[in-house]
């Protein structure tokens, strides 16, 4: 890793020993993918493409669904494999290694949600604190236990700038519904892109996990308290003031 780039490598091994390498570079202030769009883009990366229904942009001054530009090279290099077919991925990042036997449908719903994240897009912007700390295959505990985390952390700096903060997570649940908007259009974007199921059902399986938080979100953060017990007791005590 140099000082001014965040690399993080996805190796996708399959059985017959063929590989795919997929390397993203951030910049490490705007937790952005540091490359220019590729070129000779598809027309389904196109901004008024099924464009979301609360998307911000303008094709004036964004003639391409940034999102959508920055997969499009995932999507056509996996345009022909099936989401269940099993391999091996790799992920390298600054701080560690991480290596999994899985599906094509999971590694590549990490890397998407990587992608995502640090696109440009502004709808998926609040992801940029978990990409900058990426953890690769997180299971729904964890998911819910950094989503928390970092939208309270947030709060933490809202309340230090603007003196307000929304201790409800109310704002959360939103994001997650607007992200729900934002899978739907994607997913009617890559069928436009790809004759196999692996993309689209990778975009299935992060949309999967949005639904199962906006509604049930305060029944997941329920099943984690008893880990913060101790700090109801310190409180109980008043060690915290």
């Known amino acids: 890793m140099q000082d001014d780039t965040i690399q993080i490598t996805y190796t996708f091994q399959f059985p017959e020993g063929k590989q795919e390498t997929f390397v993203v570079n951030l910049d490490p202030l705007t937790v952005e993918v540091k490359e220019p769009f590729p070129e000779d883009l598809p027309e389904w990366t196109r901004l008024e493409f099924n464009k979301c229904a609360h998307c911000p942009l303008n094709s004036d001054t964004h003639p391409y669904c940034p999102l ?10 996996f345009a022909e494999i099936i989401s269940y077919e099993e391999m091996v991925v790799q992920v390298v990042t600054p701080e560690r290694t991480v290596s999994k036997a899985t599906t094509a449908q999971q590694g590549l719903s990490a890397l998407m949600g990587l992608v995502m994240a640090t696109s440009g897009c502004p709808i998926t912007a609040l992801f940029k604190p978990m990409a900058a700390f990426h953890l690769p295959f997180a299971n729904s505990d964890e998911t819910t236990y950094r989503a928390a985390s970092m939208y309270l952390l947030a709060q933490y700096y809202l309340n230090r700038e603007v003196g307000k903060v929304d201790m409800s997570m109310r704002g959360l649940e939103a994001f997650y519904r607007s992200i729900e908007v934002l899978n739907e259009h994607m997913a009617t974007r890559v069928r436009e892109a790809t004759a196999r199921d692996a993309a689209i059902n990778a975009l299935v399986e992060l949309d999967f996990f949005a639904k199962n938080f906006t509604f ?26």
């Open 68 to 77: 959508s530009a920055r997969i499009s090279g995932i999507v056509d290099r």
């Open 216 to 241: 049930g979100m305060e029944d997941r953060l329920e099943e984690l308290k008893y880990m913060f017990q101790p700090y109801m007791d310190r409180f109980e005590h008043h060690d915290i003031e």
